[in-house]
């Protein structure tokens, strides 16, 4: 027997032994590893297998109807992403084809030594608006105008199905820029000079179209273009930003920092530069910023051929991950970044950093299951349903500035309404650029309706066409003239000078048309269509009512069912809005927040019915 004290200690000792049996084997029931440090895991073994050319290839994005010669270049340079944009769709106009043609790459993609699918990227920036047939929504302004967070993760939803319909599972929207200067070309793609109204909406627009990236209709969502491409001096495409980092970080960041939150998949970096460094280059931004300090885990993306543009692999120190090397790119960045980490000028762990961003975004979405897309989704292309939240999208983003007497909404018991200007019968003017092509089109397309199609379905009388206001109707009771801008994308529709093809005011000829009316003694009521407030006081004086439409894309029907009451108006202004073209020199730039500038209507206005 043993001693008393060896008694006890061998009892502690037991007991120690079996405590520590009970908390380990509690603890390795209970540690059920997360999804993510599962991705994690397998991001660290894939990279420790992957050579520096499958790396490269990673971090390569290509056009795939002309910057790879032949399809085996998905394998051969085991490309990491295909993009579609401008030039020859997949065949016809079919989704089949199209998804047969992502297929075809994909499986190129799966056939190299590691498998890594690629992700398939379009601009689907106002709904699947690639393709002829698609429900497009309002452009960004037009969303911003009703200002509805609900209304927008909808039609972010509708936009992943009908992408996914198509073959894509990356688009590059949303563009959450805040335009300082409506000279530039691109303020329609964003929600509002407001920081809040499109910090608001962007959270909606990522999470609608990313869910929870396990939803079969996922797609990564991506916010451009970081950052600045808004606020540039004299609102110049790819210009100079001249804003200190205290004002881009209050005004221009936080929409950022919500994506961030939102689990945003990509973000892309801007074609402009801040304080004279470009931002393609700018590591102080993208990397300290966006990176370290916001915790942003995705894909930093070129803008296009971003690389040859903004200083080779200058760009990829800064924190580039993924490059559009575009249009004879390719072989040039491919070839300099192997010998830029051979020679030590851009380290391993910088590529290892990028290529874990990429692979994480595959795994997070799911492509190594589901490499293919799904041909049931088709059907779902430019369905009732997803028109259905389109409209309802339309009616919400009609602002309106003036109501004398209340003409509006229209009544029932009018017998002949005249109709004119050539944006009410044609749906490509009314959609703007990145409609069906990148600049956009001037005529119809598939399943459209146009303003004039919604008149004539809501008014029972007799309704007149007068295109270019040649033969006015005098016995109207009332004259609908619908005018703006004619479509436009990216530099094609800054203003500059006002020398260019594009002015702040309305065409002349468009004045024309208002005026040609008004001295006939008939009501007007003016639809304006444009993607930025226009210099438009003269034309508010003259005519009875004014409703800014911004661009409302595919459901031009919208318009009627406001105009006629079936609706109230809802949208308000997401700009204030010049009184006068010399406005456009003080309110922006380093006069903006001037507050004795007065504009015509302060953002936030707009008008309704009160029924
Ligand atoms: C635009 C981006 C767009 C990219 C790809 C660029 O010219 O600035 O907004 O995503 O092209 O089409």
């Not at 803008?303 to 559009?324: L, Q, T, Y």
């Not at 456009?584 to 004795?596: A, E, L, M, R, T």
Request: charged share 25%; with cysteine.
């Amino acid at each position: 027997m043993k001693p008393y004290n060896e008694q006890i200690r061998y009892f502690l000792q037991l007991l120690f032994i079996l405590t520590g049996i009970l908390i380990s084997s509690f603890s390795s029931c209970k540690k059920v590893d997360s999804r993510e440090t599962i991705i994690e895991r397998k991001i660290d073994s894939l990279l420790s297998l992957m050579t520096l050319e499958e790396k490269i290839g990673q971090m390569t994005q290509v056009r795939h109807f002309k910057d790879i010669s032949n399809d085996d270049d998905v394998a051969n340079k085991f490309i990491g992403s295909v993009i579609h944009t401008q030039g020859p769709l997949p065949s016809e106009n079919k989704a089949a084809e199209w998804q047969a043609r992502f297929r075809k790459l994909q499986e190129q993609a799966l056939s190299t030594r590691l498998g890594i699918p690629l992700l398939f990227g379009v601009d689907a920036v106002h709904g699947q608006n690639t393709y002829n047939g698609a429900t497009i929504f309002p452009h960004n302004i037009g969303m911003g105008a009703a200002n509805n967070p609900e209304l927008v993760r909808k039609a972010a939803e509708i936009t992943a199905i009908e992408m996914l319909a198509t073959g894509f599972n990356w688009t590059f929207s949303p563009c959450v820029a805040i335009p300082y200067n409506e000279k530039w070309g691109r303020v329609y793609e964003a929600f509002s000079e407001s920081t809040e109204i499109t910090t608001k909406l962007t959270k909606a627009a990522v999470e609608g179209l990313q869910k929870n990236m396990e939803h079969p209709y996922s797609v990564i969502a991506t916010a451009k273009h970081f950052v600045g491409d808004g606020a540039t001096e004299e609102g110049s495409e790819g210009g100079n930003t001249t804003l200190s980092m205290e004002e881009i970080s209050k005004r221009l960041l936080p929409p950022y920092k919500e994506a961030v939150k939102s689990g945003v998949g990509s973000v892309m970096v801007s074609f402009n530069s801040v304080s004279e460094i470009s931002m393609h280059a700018h590591k102080e931004l993208i990397t300290d910023t966006l990176k370290l300090g916001m915790g942003f885990n995705g894909i930093v993306v070129s803008d296009w051929k971003g690389f040859s543009r903004f200083g080779g692999v200058n760009i990829i120190n800064a924190g580039v991950d993924m490059v559009m090397a575009v249009d004879g790119d390719l072989d040039f960045f491919q070839d300099s970044l192997k010998k830029s980490v051979l020679n030590n000028w851009v380290s391993i762990e910088r590529i290892d950093d990028a290529v874990r961003r990429i692979l994480r975004q595959k795994y997070l979405l799911g492509v190594f299951e589901n490499p293919f897309p799904d041909s049931l989704t088709i059907p779902q292309i430019g369905c009732v349903e997803h028109r259905n939240i389109a409209r309802q999208a339309v009616r919400e983003s009609m602002v309106l500035l003036k109501n004398h007497n209340n003409i509006l909404p229209l009544s029932e018991r009018a017998k002949k309404i005249i109709v004119v200007g050539e944006h009410a019968e044609n749906a490509g003017f009314q959609s703007g650029g990145w409609t069906v092509t990148w600049r956009g089109v001037d005529g119809n397309y598939i399943g459209a309706t146009t303003i004039l199609d919604g008149i004539k379905k809501m008014f029972k009388g007799e309704v007149v066409y007068d295109k270019k206001a040649e033969n006015p109707v005098k016995d109207a009771d009332v004259a609908i003239i619908v005018v703006g801008e004619s479509p436009y994308v990216e530099f094609f529709g800054d203003i500059g000078d006002g020398t260019g093809d594009y002015t702040l005011t309305l065409k002349e000829e468009h004045q024309k048309y208002i005026e040609t009316y008004t001295e006939l003694g008939i009501k007007t009521i003016v639809v304006l269509i444009s993607g930025r407030p226009l210099v438009t006081t003269r034309q508010i004086q003259q005519s009875d009512a004014f409703i800014a439409a911004w661009l409302p894309g595919s459901e031009g029907d919208g318009i009627a069912e406001v105009l006629f009451g079936k609706y109230d108006f809802k949208g308000k202004l997401p700009h204030s809005w010049p009184a006068n073209v010399s406005q456009y020199d003080g309110k922006y730039g380093p006069n903006y927040w001037d507050k004795s500038l007065k504009p015509l209507f302060e953002i936030g206005y707009g008008l309704n019915y009160e029924f």
